[in-house]
C-alpha cells in the first residue's frame, strides 16, 4: 500500500487559482489542529514540504485553508522529484 500524500490548499483573498503545497508527514499532522488558528489570527506559518524544503504562508492573506489528499500522478509545489536537472535539481 501506497503512502498516502498531504497537501495544503490555499486560497488567496486576492483570488486567483489555489496554491496547493505537498506537505511532509510532520507538517500534515501539526497543521491538522493549528490551522484554524492560524487562519483566525492571520498568522504565518512555514510548514516542512514533501521534499524537504519549507513554504513560508501569510495565512492573512488566505480566504480560505484546508488539507487534503493528493492523488499520485500530481505535482505541485514541495513534490519530491528525482530530477538530475532545472530548478530543484540536486547536484552532487
Known amino acids: 500500500m501506497s503512502e498516502q500524500r498531504h497537501a495544503l490548499i490555499l486560497?488567496?483573498?486576492?483570488?486567483?487559482?489555489?496554491?496547493?503545497?505537498?506537505l511532509?508527514?510532520?507538517?500534515?499532522?501539526s497543521l491538522t489542529s493549528r490551522l484554524p488558528v492560524l487562519m483566525a489570527s492571520g498568522g504565518v506559518d512555514t510548514p516542512e514540504l514533501a521534499d524537504g524544503t519549507t513554504a513560508a504562508v501569510n495565512f492573512g492573506h488566505v480566504a480560505?485553508?484546508?488539507?487534503?489528499t493528493l492523488?499520485?500522478?500530481?505535482?505541485v509545489y514541495g513534490t519530491p522529484s528525482k530530477r538530475s536537472h532545472g530548478f530543484g535539481a540536486t547536484t552532487g
Do not use: N, T, Y
Request: aromatic fraction near 4%; hydrophobic fraction near 35%; charged fraction near 20%.
Open 71 to 75: 492523488p499520485a500522478h500530481v505535482k
Open 64 to 68: 480560505s485553508a484546508h488539507l487534503d
Open 11 to 22: 486560497h488567496l483573498a486576492s483570488g486567483g487559482e489555489p496554491l496547493i503545497f505537498s
Open 24 to 29: 511532509s508527514e510532520r507538517s500534515a499532522k
